[in-house]
């Protein structure tokens, strides 16, 4: 795939729902766009999350309405509006909210 530059209006995309219900918007992908350096997602994660997770890249996560729990390795950090969060690959991390929030995540290199 020819790399070129893209411009992608969010407002005119219809979100993926995943299993747990959350609604994920992914804007720049490997697959769609021939990105191979990150994946950037804007969604409304679903209130009620509590997973243990871990990716094979880094991971930055900013916060753009609403609250979530960050655990990992002893630590934790509460990521609320205007807080962001970086997540270096491999770490094994804990992802808790209880009401739905709108967050951004992008990931390097990228994941799909």
């Known amino acids: ?22 609604r994920i918007k992914r804007l720049i992908t490997k697959t769609k766009d ?14 009620g999350i509590d997973i243990i997770e871990s990716f094979e890249s880094d991971a930055v996560y900013y916060m753009i309405e609403g609250k979530s729990t960050i655990e990992w390795d002893r630590n934790s950090a509460e990521l609320t509006e205007g ?30």
């Open 34 to 47: 021939g990105s191979d350096n990150i994946t950037f997602s804007i969604g409304i994660i679903a209130g």
């Open 83 to 112: 807080v962001a969060i970086y997540i270096p690959a491999g770490t094994e991390m804990r992802y808790r909210a209880k009401k739905d929030h709108k967050l951004i995540s992008i990931f390097s290199p990228a994941r799909i």
């Open 1 to 22: 795939m020819e790399k070129e530059v893209k411009v992608v209006d969010s407002n005119t995309m219809e979100p993926e729902t995943t299993k747990t219900g959350s």
